[in-house]
Nanobody
C-alpha cells in the first residue's frame, strides 16, 4: 500500500486545515489508519486512529479539536484540524497497519505503511 498525504500549509492560530491521505490499494478500507506528527525537536507522536469499523481514538492534546474520518470508497482518510494552536506545528504523517491487525495502536512501530509527511505550521 502506498499512501500520499496532502493538505498542509501555513495558518494562523485558531484557523482550520484538512489533511488528506489517499491509499493506492482499494482494499485499504480493511486497514487501521492513523495520523502521526513530529513536532520540531521531538519524537513522532500519535494524533488519531480510525479502526475498520470507524471507531476513533485521539491523543489528549488534540481531542475535541481534531477529527479523523475515512472514505473507504475513495481509499482516503482525513484529518480535520480546527482551533489550531502554534504547538500543533509539525510534519504530519498518515500510516496504516497490516490488514490482519485490526486493533488500536498508538505506536509508530506497529504501522508498516507510511505516507510522506505534510508540513503544518501555525503562527501565533
Amino acid at each position: 500500500v502506498q499512501l500520499q498525504a496532502s493538505g498542509g500549509g501555513l495558518v494562523q492560530a485558531g484557523d482550520s486545515l484538512r489533511l488528506s491521505c489517499e491509499a493506492s490499494e482499494r482494499t485499504f478500507g480493511r486497514s487501521v489508519m492513523a495520523w502521526f506528527r513530529q513536532r520540531p525537536g521531538q519524537e513522532l507522536e500519535y494524533v488519531a486512529v480510525s479502526l475498520r469499523d470507524d471507531t476513533k481514538y485521539y491523543a489528549s492534546s488534540v481531542k475535541g479539536r481534531f477529527t479523523i474520518s475515512r472514505d473507504n470508497a475513495k481509499n482516503a482518510v482525513f484529518l480535520q484540524m480546527d482551533s489550531l494552536k502554534p504547538e500543533d506545528t509539525a510534519v504530519y504523517y498518515c500510516a496504516a497497519r497490516r490488514k490482519t491487525l485490526t486493533i488500536f495502536s498508538a505506536l509508530p512501530g506497529d504501522y508498516v505503511y507510511w505516507g510522506r509527511g505534510t508540513q503544518v505550521t501555525v503562527s501565533s
